[in-house]
T-cell receptor, first 114, second 113 residues
């Protein structure tokens, strides 16, 4: 089954404790992206990757890191989480990064930073 | 920067009736795509319908259709014969070839039995 998976689905952590949210897709997609969803703001793009070893900042990259060492994986790293990073996070992928390409979303990760 | 605006934070509709969700956007691009996503309580993002900006014909998917007005930069979603399963948060989204992906703040749709 074609899908985007994220782990963990729920995470409660404390300020400053490094964490990684994994994202994997099995569709051989070149493009992958991370979003955060906050009430009243919709989804905002954090980082995206057009292909292996190619990443770029989205609208809200501060406090986040990403890497794209393999085509299927695109982990989101919070080196020193803060309470303002409490949010719902989505990973998405598409065949390429063109407007014609539909994005497929993972199930979301609910992160709480205390 | 491109923006997407959904002016209706909440909408409600009676089961079997029709409801229209509004979306406007701002862009200087000529080629782009517009999308409506549905997010039920499970939080999964589900693509409902998409519209190519260069196509004048409005997209239709079963009970879902759009009214795309390119000059007015308007992209509304019409849900006909509303069902209880249509209750969800709906997001309007814009994507251009330079990877600009924007979402509106969302409209929460309630369907009354």
């Amino acid at each position: 089954e074609a899908q985007v998976t994220q782990n963990p689905r729920y995470l409660i952590t404390v300020t400053g404790k490094k964490l990684t949210v994994t994202c994997s897709q099995n569709m051989n997609h070149e493009y992958m992206s991370w979003y955060r969803q906050d009430p009243g703001l919709g989804l905002r793009q954090i980082y995206y990757s057009m292909n292996v070893e190619v990443t770029d900042k989205g609208d809200v990259p501060e406090g986040y890191k990403v890497s794209r060492k393999e085509k299927r994986n695109f982990p989101l790293i919070l080196e020193s989480p803060s309470p303002n990073q409490t949010s719902l996070y989505f990973c998405a992928s598409s065949f390429r990064g063109f407007s014609t390409d539909t994005q497929y979303f993972g199930p979301g990760t609910r992160l709480t930073v205390l | 920067a491109q923006t997407v605006t959904q002016s209706q934070p909440e909408m409600s509709v009676q089961e079997a009736e029709t409801v229209t969700l509004s979306c406007t956007y701002d862009t200087s691009e000529s080629d782009y795509y517009l999308f409506w996503y549905k997010q039920p309580p499970s939080r999964q993002m589900i693509l409902v319908i998409r519209q190519e900006a260069y196509k004048q014909q409005n997209a239709t998917e079963n009970r879902f259709s759009v009214n795309f007005q390119k000059a007015a930069k308007s992209f509304s979603l019409k849900i006909s014969d509303s069902q209880l399963g249509d209750a969800a948060m709906y997001f309007c989204a814009y994507r251009s070839d330079n990877n600009d992906m924007r979402f509106g703040a969302g409209t929460r749709l309630t369907v009354k039995p």
